[in-house]
């Protein structure tokens, strides 16, 4: 509370302590307080609901109060943290989480290419005693492709390697096709970061056999539980792990099919070029440089990270299941490394030349512009081009856990929201009470 006080600006003049338990917090025209007298708080809110600032509150050791105002409120700035809290779903951040069953949410938000502010709610766990911060790390789910793209393009710059070369030569394995699928097509590495290659993934998995007419959904990662073995990445790749093998579907270029397989294989190459697991390429040349510390795609991250809960608020077996697939769905991050790589992308892309970090202004510019498949960049999803309010976004579903984020290049903004809980509704609720607060689109 303090925290979220002070980063909507106000000051902070006084916390006490009823010995009985209990807090408060005062500042210049707000306080907060839980388990304090009765009589305490109603006269507080009689003060307040006059324009009255309380100023200071003392609490004695028999269980008498005080309290002490210095004249009128003083006219503040709006408070933005507050704002947005108040303006989830209809209602508070605090009564959408209990409604969603949602233990945990970290959220951060950027302002002129900075954290300006950045807050957590509720706990790490249910029934815990660790409460969620903005430090803490979540598993970001499908966000996870978008931060991959970022070391993928970074290879392709660093390695000389064309965006729209044929994948296959840089695998080391052979990518299988169906039958009904010619070879005359390329599954291109663009192709494969826009989820147009031909890759099996959501719409195209099912019926085995089939290149037409499949069922809808499909093609995403349930991860593994405490008690699973699991996988290598090769194991994956051929169906021996929870998924089916990964194999061209359909015609690359021909169709858009939401492809997990397709970042499979973009991990497979990087670890293919470069010698290291996907962990150490990304901590070496995407996390180091940018300061994102509480960031991995390892399996078991060198930090604490969120259990992750179901739809009645329970924690999942394991408290989180592992993702192999890392790519596509293995990493762990926290809502400030996130608005970090914001702030990164933001600046590069409106630069006039290259800016130090991973990638070249051109490489950003690649990654935040339109390839071949409509409203998509390379492993982001886009939204009003050629205008002020551009933006780049994507979210993420994982057992357990919700996640979304978006950067504003032309604004300087952007936020964070991670959850973990398993209710997609309470991040885009306050991803929407963000932009009404902030007048984003």
């Not at 006080?5 to 338990?21: D, E, K, N, S």
């Not at 954290?115 to 660790?130: C, D, F, K, N, V």
């Not at 901590?283 to 509480?294: C, K, N, S, W």
Request: a positive charge; charged letters at 15%; proline letters at 6%.
């Amino acid at each position: 509370m303090m925290r979220n006080l002070t980063q909507g600006g106000r000051r902070i003049t006084r916390v006490a302590f009823p010995r009985a338990g209990g807090w408060t917090v005062v500042a210049q025209d707000e306080f907060h307080a839980r388990g304090i007298p009765g009589a305490c708080f109603d006269r507080m809110n009689t003060l307040a609901g006059g324009g009255w600032q309380v100023h200071s509150v003392a609490f004695s050791p028999s269980g008498g109060w005080a309290l002490a105002s210095r004249g009128k409120a003083p006219a503040l700035p709006a408070d933005k943290v507050r704002q947005v809290e108040n303006a989830v779903g209809g209602s508070t951040i605090w009564q959408r989480m209990n409604a969603y069953r949602t233990p945990g949410v970290a959220v951060a938000v950027v302002i002129g290419n900075k954290i300006a502010w950045s807050t957590g709610y509720g706990w790490l766990e249910a029934g815990g005693a660790a409460a969620a911060h903005p430090e803490t790390a979540f598993q970001a789910a499908s966000i996870s492709k978008a931060v991959t793209a970022v070391g993928v393009l970074r290879l392709l710059q660093t390695r000389e390697i064309a965006l729209g070369a044929d994948i296959r030569p840089y695998l080391g394995w052979n990518l299988p096709r169906r039958s009904c699928v010619t070879s005359t097509a390329v599954p291109t590495i663009d192709r494969m970061l826009t989820h147009r290659a031909g890759v099996i993934g959501r719409g195209s998995t099912t019926p085995a056999s089939a290149c037409t007419g499949f069922d809808a959904g499909g093609g995403g990662f349930p991860g593994y539980g405490p008690d699973a073995t699991v996988p290598t990445l090769l194991e994956i790749m051929n169906g021996a792990g929870n998924t089916p093998k990964i194999e061209l579907t359909t015609a690359p270029g021909a169709e858009y099919h939401y492809s997990g397989a397709g970042f499979v294989l973009l991990q497979r190459m990087v670890e293919q070029q470069t010698g290291m697991t996907l962990a150490q390429y990304m901590q070496q040349e995407v996390f180091a440089p940018l300061g994102m510390t509480t960031s991995s795609y390892a399996l078991t991250p060198g930090f604490e990270p969120a259990a992750g809960h179901t739809t009645t608020g329970a924690v999942i077996p394991g408290r989180r299941n592992r993702y192999p697939e890392s790519a596509a769905a293995g990493l762990y991050t926290n809502v400030l490394d996130l608005c970090r790589l914001v702030s990164y992308l933001n600046r590069a892309y409106t630069a006039s030349g290259d800016l130090a970090g991973p990638l070249t202004r051109a490489s950003v510019r690649t990654l935040l512009s339109q390839g071949p498949q409509p409203g998509m960049g390379r492993g982001l999803f886009l939204s009003g081009a050629g205008t002020d309010g551009f933006s780049y976004s994507h979210d993420g579903s994982n057992y357990g856990f919700k996640s979304v984020f978006t950067g504003y290049p032309k604004l300087g903004a952007g936020f964070a929201v991670l959850a973990n809980g398993s209710s997609t509704s309470l991040v885009t609720e306050i991803a929407a009470a963000v932009r009404k607060v902030y007048g984003w689109p």
